[in-house]
């Protein structure tokens, strides 16, 4: 299941999982992980309650911040 979001352009963005993040990137999803809690990439928190938010990502985004742009929490 994929979300959507608007951009700054007003193109629709689809937010992607850890595990389909990390498959594109060709890493493990514990990597993925701990580079969203460092605030080396971006992520969006999704749901609140008694579950923990969940985190979804933007892989343009993502990959923006990993060649050196602004990462951390939108």
């Known amino acids: 299941k994929m979300e959507q979001e608007n951009n700054a352009t007003g193109a629709s963005t689809a937010l992607?999982?850890?595990?389909e993040l990390a498959s594109r990137?060709?890493?493990h999803i514990y990597t993925v992980h701990a580079k969203a809690k460092k605030g080396e990439?971006?992520?969006v928190a999704i749901g609140f309650g008694s579950h923990r938010?969940?985190?979804r990502?933007?892989?343009d985004a993502v990959l923006k911040a990993l060649?050196?742009?602004n990462?951390?929490?939108?």
């Open 16 to 19: 992607i999982t850890a595990a």
């Open 25 to 27: 990137l060709g890493c």
């Open 41 to 43: 990439i971006p992520f």
């Open 53 to 55: 938010p969940r985190r």
């Open 57 to 59: 990502y933007d892989y």
């Open 67 to 69: 060649a050196g742009g």
């Open 71 to 74: 990462g951390g929490e939108r």
